[in-house]
């Protein structure tokens, strides 16, 4: 229901009811029936046209709407805007099929106007079709160019969401990076000067001709207080949570209207391999990028977990498969990456038809 509401909601169906309203308006009120059920046909067939997802219905729906719309032309000859819902065919046509079968339809269908309209036997016949035909042409440019647009536009988006990701990801590298040179530094020279100093307070302390000074063993006292606080502090600065692949992963999802990420990461699971974290990260992106080119999913639920020596990364969307289930490049550029660090992929369907993707990587 969302996607109906969402399709009837796209700019370009406004042009489309006023030019189907103009035609409606000019045919006759009696004796028409059979031209007013070929009017609410096409209607039907537009709309379904845009909601339908697999090819083939698409091509269906819009075959009917060009057997609708020449069997309103042939009903009213002499009506003159007929022909109008062509041009709204041509536009959906470019918007919605490959550029072969737009052309090879929308030529078939102007051919079947032309005689449909009289052919040889009326001289308007040739001259209408082309005025119509140059309609529909400059409508199929129109959709053409805003396809490409539209398709820019995705592409950029998702280069800006992966932009986006990789940053987040260096940025916590950077961050555990410069962390371990910090602790580092403060084991290596504070804590090397820290304990020479506390052996010659306590050779001090040895010494016959200052036996019993306080304040000797006082600052013996806090030099070892003060090391053992220093070592605390470089413990935690080593001891890092890993990198922070959550941040990461919904900085790569934000971007995307659709699908909505679902993420559950366990507890118990710490990637510090920027080259596995990124691994993950790409799976992640791959996964996002089929469920809403194939699948139409709304939601893709993302799980991490450790499982004994494993890591495991279950990916699964609510979508629906337009089509078997074929290893494209995009599976197998999973496969090669997680291959690289010992990993496996397997991918299945679930009832709904919905894709399911498990990764195992050693952890």
């Known amino acids: 229901m969302s996607r109906f509401r969402h399709t009837l909601a796209l700019p370009f169906n406004v042009p489309a009811l006023l030019c189907w309203l103009a035609v409606a308006l000019l045919l006759p009120r009696e004796g028409a029936a059979l031209a007013w059920l070929a009017m609410a046909g096409f209607a039907v067939a537009y709309v379904l046209g845009n909601v339908a997802s697999q090819a083939w219905t698409i091509a269906i729906f819009l075959l009917l709407e060009a057997l609708c719309a020449l069997l309103l032309v ?39 106007l032309y005689f449909a309209l009289g052919g040889i036997r009326d001289a308007r016949a040739l001259l209408v079709t082309v005025v119509f035909l140059s309609f529909q042409a400059f409508a199929a440019l129109i959709a053409h160019f805003a396809r490409r647009a539209e398709a820019a536009r995705d592409r950029l988006t998702l280069v800006n969401a992966d932009l986006l990701a990789t940053r987040a990801l260096l940025a916590d590298s950077a961050r555990d990076t410069e962390r371990l040179r910090v602790a580092r530094e403060l084991h290596d020279v504070a804590g090397h000067k820290l304990t020479a100093l506390i052996l010659n307070l306590r050779a001090l302390e040895a010494d016959p001709a200052l036996a019993g000074r306080d304040a000797i063993a006082t600052a013996r006292r806090l030099s070892q207080d003060l090391l053992d606080e220093i070592r605390s502090v470089v413990h935690s600065l080593r001891d890092s949570g890993g ?121």
């Open 243 to 363: 990198l922070d692949l959550a941040t990461a992963l919904r900085a790569l999802a934000a971007p995307l209207p659709k699908p909505r990420l679902v993420l559950h990461i366990a507890d118990n699971v710490r990637i510090t391999d920027p080259a596995l974290a990124d691994t993950v990260l790409r799976v992640v992106q791959e996964a996002l990028t089929n469920s809403a080119r194939h699948a139409g999913a709304g939601e893709v639920t993302v799980t991490l977990a450790r499982r004994a020596s494993q890591l495991e990364l279950a990916i699964e969307d609510d979508g629906r498969l337009r089509g078997p289930l074929r290893e494209g490049h995009g599976l197998a550029g999973m496969r090669e990456r997680l291959a690289a660090h010992g990993g496996a992929l397997t991918f299945s369907t679930g009832k709904g038809g919905a894709l399911r993707i498990v990764a195992t990587v050693p952890a």
């Open 74 to 112: 042939r009903l009213v000859p002499d009506n003159g805007v007929t022909p109008a819902l062509l041009v709204i065919l041509a536009a959906q046509l470019t918007l919605r099929c490959p550029p072969g079968f737009a052309l090879a339809l929308l030529f078939a269908v102007n051919l079947a």
